[in-house]
């Protein structure tokens, strides 16, 4: 069926930070923790909120000053340090030290690992992350954060950009070895979408935040709440045009 978005697909990418991963559940108790540590009475979401959007800054100044892959924790870091002096708190670079710690402990959705085991079982398509995360923290997370043997895990260092530069996409298809058509993007931030539509990828957007998509051309294939919307929609769909197997 031509008008089946996973007829072609054999290969699904998986964002982690914010998709697999709960970075807001994972960090906003601890950063609340240093803020109130400090004597700030700014709350834990409203930093959150703040800092969240700010690392978003962080990595496209970093695409658009042509600076490469500054690393994702370092921009982080930047963020957080900024969203400190954006409120008032007082600090020192060892204490900013000791708290980025908390980025190895960041807790998966539980409908997200229970979906990508279902994926796993299933074998109806290779399973492979794709992510802003250096290549050494990423394999440390999929390992021991997330639990899920996938196929491959594909930082953005080796396109040398941050998503969602074109570049990341296509490095990840000459890495796999796919058309562009043959892989399939899944991820909770719609710009990531969009940045995989607009490179030939094939994309569905778990949309758990409930946000809009981007004003685009380059929409999703699918959108869905979770992943177990996710899992039953594409074994499904699968089912209906040429096996992905």
């Not at 400090?38 to 800092?51: N, P, Y």
């Not at 042509?66 to 060892?94: K, N, P, W």
């Not at 992510?131 to 260092?157: H, T």
């Not at 890495?175 to 710009?191: T, V």
Request: net charge negative; charged share 25%.
């Amino acid at each position: 069926m031509t008008d089946n978005p996973v007829a072609q697909v054999n290969t699904l990418v998986f964002d982690i930070f914010g998709t697999v991963l709960d970075l807001g559940g994972s960090l906003s108790e601890p950063a609340g923790r240093f803020l109130a540590e400090r004597g700030s009475i700014v709350t834990a979401d409203r930093f959150w909120d703040d800092w969240r959007g700010r690392q978003r800054i962080e990595q496209y100044q970093d695409n658009l000053y042509m600076l490469g892959h500054s690393g994702y924790l370092e921009t982080c870091r930047r963020s957080f340090v900024y969203c400190l002096r954006l409120h008032g708190v007082e600090f020192d670079d060892a204490d900013v030290n000791r708290f980025m710690a908390v980025y190895e402990d960041l807790r998966p959705f539980d409908d997200a690992v229970q979906g990508l085991r279902k994926l796993v079982d299933n074998r109806k398509f290779g399973l492979v992350v794709l992510s802003n995360g250096e290549q050494s923290y990423l394999e440390r997370m999929a390992a021991n954060n997330v639990g899920i043997p996938f196929d491959d895990v594909i930082s953005v260092e080796k396109a040398g950009a941050f998503k969602p530069h074109p570049a990341v996409y296509r490095t990840a298809a000459r890495i796999l070895g796919k058309a562009p058509g043959e892989i399939m993007m899944i991820s909770s931030h719609s710009f990531d979408v969009t940045g995989a539509r607009a490179s030939g990828f094939r994309a569905g957007y778990v949309n758990r935040y409930k946000l809009p998509n981007e004003v685009s051309a380059y929409l999703p294939d699918f959108e869905v709440a979770d992943f177990h919307e996710l899992v039953d929609l594409l074994i499904s769909t699968s089912k209906l045009g040429t096996s992905a197997s």
